[in-house]
């Protein structure tokens, strides 16, 4: 045997950093993670500790002062927040979602523009993809931009924003010319303060509480010209494109909270008796506990795998990042509920975190593509359509 071989190993730095992360997440974020679920309010204490330590968008090119960091890196980060409060993962993950569309298609005047601001954690993204009318059909979006000299009119509205409010930043797609449909959809940075822009106010929602979901209002919204993200027309093309770079980080976002309630129940079942005996001891208990673990980690390497595959460049990601997607969610679904079951009536209560696991968990089977979605995707790469 070699003892060297590293083949399908992660690197040292890798390992550093679950440690560092895992460690700021106990100690600065978990902490307030009850308060942030109860009081639906935005984790700011999260968003100042991954800020302080560099950790809030780590994926942003050195060229635009930010870590570099590639994208096994991004995904250990936002895993080792979601195992102790899901709300706060999605500062990391949306500030990727966010600004992806600028990385992989927008000019060096708009990269230059932007991306350091979210480099520097001064301002967060967002992403404006979808419409309640269109949902999964999001080529059917009615959002619409109309070129009026050296700028963009947007008129229109936006649904499920993740972030908005608290982002100064806004990745918007809108149609330019409707006759060509997917190929009459362009994107461009919209922010805060251009005139016409407003966000509506907070979605009650099941689970991540403490990440405000929003409406974005366009109003004959004025967005300078050379804020469009790429060439007149190939908005959806750089969707489908981030997509595809950002749906590992669902997928793991997901493992992160399936490893949080595997934690718990493993600490508590062995703990609690019943019987005289602790209930870990229970046959019945250990293969529940095993199953959990085993799908835990067969679903966090497919999401390394996707984003190995999407840091490389890869082509054809299409299958793989939605497989990474679906099957983690999927198994975030099922692990958190079964933790909530090994808990008893206790896991039915706020005392213990896996009730809010289970409700934060079911967000991974929906956003980024509901699972249905990811299977057409899936099926479609296999048949060759």
Known sequence: M???????????????????????????????????DENERFPQEARD??????????????????????????????????????????????????????????????????????????????????????????????????????????????????????????????????????????AFVVHKDDEGFEVGPKEKKLGIKGSPTRELHFTNCVVPEDRMIGDEGTGFKTALATLDHTRPTIGIQAVGVAQGALDASIAYTKEREQFRSKISDFQGVQFMLADMAMKIEAARQMCYIAAARAERGEKNLGFISSAAKCFASDVAMEVTTNAVQLFGGAGYTRDFPVERMMRDAKITQIYEGTNQIQRVVMARSLIGR
């Not at 994926?59 to 080792?80: K, L, M, R, T, Y």
């Not at 924003?161 to 930043?169: E, K, L, P, R």
């Open 49 to 186: 500790a991954l800020t302080k330590a560099g950790f809030h968008a780590v994926h942003i090119p050195e060229q635009f002062d930010g870590a570099g960091a590639d994208s096994i890196a991004a995904c250990i980060v936002i895993e080792e927040v979601a195992r102790v409060c899901m709300s706060s993962s999605l500062i990391p993950a949306v500030n990727k979602l966010g600004s992806m569309p600028i990385i992989l298609s927008a000019s060096d005047e708009v990269k230059k523009q932007v991306l350091p601001s979210i480099a520097s954690g001064e301002s967060m993204i967002s992403y404006g993809l979808s419409e309640r009318e269109a949902g999964s059909d999001a080529a059917a979006m009615r959002t619409k931009a109309v070129k009026d000299g050296d700028n963009w009119v947007i008129n229109g509205t936006k649904a499920w924003i993740t972030n908005a409010g608290v982002s100064d930043w806004y990745t918007v797609m809108a149609v330019t010319d409707a006759d060509k449909r997917a190929n009459g959809i362009s």
């Open 2 to 36: 070699n003892a060297d071989f590293d083949i399908y190993q992660l690197p040292e730095e890798h390992e550093y950093l679950r440690q560092s992360v895992r460690e700021l997440a106990e100690e600065q974020i978990a902490p307030h993670a009850t308060d942030v």
